[in-house]
């Protein structure tokens, strides 16, 4: 390995504004070496892959949660950008042909005008359309700035991106969350969905859940889906976007194929 991160590399011989960005800020380089894995999410209704989720992993594969615990507070920005472009990179490179939903770090975007230069000359290098993004906020702490947080989905959404709350439900993300950002897509966390055929307390609340985003023009994912009773109980609930091992396992620098035949 050389002592070029990634995104150097990647950038090699690119304008020296793009250069400059990935050392912005100060922000200390991020050096480790990552790859992608990729799950589906399905549309159940219309029978077709509706996005893969980018998931980020160590150089033997490891899981993303021991990748993010070797991250350093100096290094997210860094690291997100890193994820960004290697995400799409790695997405175009396989053929990927529908939606691409990439984890974003609130903490880790300064400013979302000059945050988002990297993903969009990234896209344009390798030819992936960035229409077909969708920006997943997930939390590895709790959110510094809230009326920051919201600029940059704002932002994001006026480029004519699509937008999801990860993991809603769970640790920070809740309701005040939906009602101040609003995104495109809300992922029910798999602590909510894990047996809900038989568990009357999250049937109630996923149930709230649905309510609201229905009136809000807000879909719900269902993440985490690993039974076809838990499948089931959620499809009669009216979810028909899915993601989890019941469809498919994450396919590391590979796109799985659905597994239509376990939901029916």
Partial sequence: MTSDTYLERFFQGDPGELAGCIRCRGAERYLGELRMAFQPIVDVERREVFA?????????????GQVLASVGPEQLYGFDQTCRVLAIDTAQRLGLSCRLSINFLPNAVYE?????????????????????????????????????????????????????IDDFGAGYSGLNLLA????????????????IDSNA??????????????ALGVKVVAEGVETRAEYDRLRAMGVTLFQGYLVARPGLESLPEPDWAALG
Avoid at 181 to 191: N, S
Avoid at 201 to 214: E, F, H, N, T
């Fill in 201 to 214: 307390p999250r049937q109630a609340i996923v149930a709230g859940v649905i309510s609201a985003c229905g």
């Fill in 52 to 64: 893969y989720e980018a998931l980020v992993r160590g150089a033997q594969g490891e899981s993303a």
């Fill in 180 to 195: 101040d950002y609003q995104p495109h897509l809300v992922k029910l966390d798999m602590g909510l969905v894990r047996d």
């Fill in 112 to 164: 979302p005008a000059t945050c988002i230069r990297l993903t969009l000359a990234a896209a344009h290098k390798v030819g992936f359309p960035p229409e077909r993004l969708i920006f997943e906020m997930t939390e590895v702490e709790k959110i510094r700035d809230q009326q920051h947080a919201l600029s940059i989905v704002r932002d994001y959404q006026q480029r004519g991106f699509l937008t999801a």
